[in-house]
């Protein structure tokens, strides 16, 4: 047993139904994947099954989940979908199956977050009980494909022991005759808009410039255990969970392998690629992002953020006149100098203090800085000018990319370093 996992454990208590821990052989790596109303759950399983493994030892527990008061057909297909995954693990060896029967979880709660928590706390009680120290906890959604080599880059990449967690490059497919145009067009433009984002973020010299996709994640267990664990987010959940992993190690990217997440239209969440595909293609316009603008004045906070070491209130009024408006009046009105001054308080040297800048000023403070700038001062923007503009802000030669997926597949090889 392991003293940090077992007081882990001990705060946070199973709400998994019939889990037996102890399956055969330790798991080394151990898949996560919410299971709730699925309807192409094969394909998923079998792009796993699929892939070179070598001498890995691999779990994927699969967490069937239904919540307080749902209705009979909801249960009835949750668990008929349990019973069949039984059967699955049953049948298949190699990779070890097991489903978790997690029913009667609380409404209020209820959403991928609490599923995602209720598997990868499983996998760190799995990992405590063959006192495993060095598990991963690979995150994945149940209609989700992954290339042949999925595995063996995962483990490539933490056979590097300071590595705590990983970003895992994806792709939406975009396939015409399965999904048809109107949807292949609209998950084109919201791919686009989070890689977008990511490199605006890359641009402005934010240090956790990361893609927080529910699918595409991995992360050591101590890791884990040490953020206190996944979050019972009904939506978003990865992305908060992400940002505290990334302030507690050294967390990095997978470009050599590739997650293929569903383009489908989906209300199963209150935001994420689900619901804003569904408004793209009602909607018939083209996805509004953010203006780059507003990252353009905020790297200018950023790029002069030693200047706000050991500051007093005085010193702080005078300084941020140097900043454009937009984001002087995000900080007077969001009450930025407490945290600041909270923060100076606590750093010794300018070192400690410019790597903590990035922790009050966080990946959540940029987006409440974004929607306060559009709200008050400036418009959002077709994606894809927005995706030319910070092109061509970067000195990209776009003269030859007019269509959308051909701005998208540019930023696909920005993402890998290609260009």
């Not at 353009?296 to 906070?301: E, P, Q, R, T």
């Not at 005078?318 to 009450?335: H, K, M, T």
């Amino acid at each position: 047993m392991i003293t940090r996992y077992n007081k882990y454990l001990q705060k946070h208590t199973s709400l998994a139904q019939g889990l037996e821990i102890k399956h055969a052989t330790r798991a080394d790596i151990i898949v996560v994947i919410p299971v709730y109303l699925e309807d192409n759950l094969e394909a998923t399983l079998s792009s796993l099954i699929n892939t070179g493994r070598a001498s890995m030892q691999l779990a994927v527990y699969l967490v069937v989940n239904a919540k307080q008061g749902a209705s009979e057909d909801v249960l009835n297909q949750q668990e008929d979908t349990y019973k069949y995954l039984l059967k699955f693990a049953a049948q298949h060896t190699g990779i070890t199956f097991i489903p978790i029967r997690a029913f009667e979880l609380s409404a209020k709660h209820f959403g991928a977050g609490l599923a995602r928590k209720i598997g990868m706390d499983e996998a760190i009680r799995h990992f405590n009980a063959f006192n495993n120290e060095n598990g991963v906890i690979l995150s994945l959604d149940a209609d989700s494909l992954v290339e042949e080599n999925y595995f063996s880059s995962v483990s490539k990449f933490f056979k590097d022991d300071k590595k705590i967690g990983c970003s895992i490059n994806f792709e939406h497919p975009l396939n015409e005759e399965l999904y048809g145009s109107e949807l292949v067009e609209a998950i084109t433009q919201y791919e686009l808009h989070l890689r977008y984002y990511v490199e605006a973020l890359k641009y402005i010299n934010f240090p956790y410039a990361f893609h927080t996709v529910g699918s595409c994640f991995a992360v050591k267990a101590d890791a884990y255990v040490k953020v206190g664990g996944m979050n019972r987010r009904q939506g978003g959940e990865e992305f908060y969970f992400i940002q505290k992993i990334v302030q507690v190690g050294e967390y990095g990217n997978i470009n050599d392998t590739t997650v293929y997440p569903s383009p489908r239209i989906s209300n199963r969440v209150p935001f994420g690629t689900g619901p804003t595909v569904k408004r793209i293609v009602e909607d018939e316009e083209e996805y509004l992002s953010y203006n780059l603008q507003a990252f353009i004045d905020l790297k200018v906070l950023f790029d002069s953020s030693e200047k706000y070491y050991k500051i007093d209130a005085d010193q702080y009024q005078a300084e941020i006149l140097n900043l454009p408006g937009r984001v002087r009046s995000y900080l007077l009105n969001s009450g930025f100098f407490s945290e600041l001054d909270n923060l100076n308080r606590n750093c010794s040297n300018v070192t400690t203090f410019t790597k903590r800048f990035f922790q009050i000023f966080s990946a959540f403070s940029i987006v409440k800085y974004i929607n306060y700038t559009h709200e008050h001062f400036i418009e959002k923007v077709p994606v894809s000018d927005a995706a030319l503009d910070l092109l061509e802000l970067l000195e990209y030669d776009t003269g030859d990319i007019f269509d959308t997926d051909e701005i998208l597949h540019f930023y696909k090889k920005l993402h890998k370093g290609l260009v």
